[in-house]
């Protein structure tokens, strides 16, 4: 499925997304929510400096890929694009 306002995880994905931009804005990076696939895998962008910084792997797998799998048990992925 592609990102609408009607699939019911997108509220909850970009909540937790907004929990954490702070950290990510403080050193000009970002992160966008981009699809959740039919198979309910989130699908998110590293925007600013995040989309270039060498420790934006460890910085997904340290907080935000857990964090967002958390949000629901139907969330069956998290993926950088």
């Given at each position: 499925m592609?990102?609408?306002?009607?699939?019911?995880l997108v509220t909850k994905v970009e909540e937790i997304l907004d929990?954490?931009?702070p950290y990510l804005q403080k050193d000009d990076g970002?992160?966008?929510?981009?699809?959740i696939t039919n198979a309910n895998v989130v699908k998110l962008r590293?925007?600013?400096?995040?989309?270039?910084c060498n420790m934006s792997a460890m910085t997904f797998k340290a907080s935000i890929e857990e964090s967002v799998k958390s949000v629901d048990a139907e969330i069956k992925g998290v993926e950088i694009v």
């Open positions: 592609t990102l609408t306002q009607q699939h019911p929990r954490l931009r970002d992160i966008e929510l981009v699809e590293f925007l600013g400096t995040c989309s270039c």
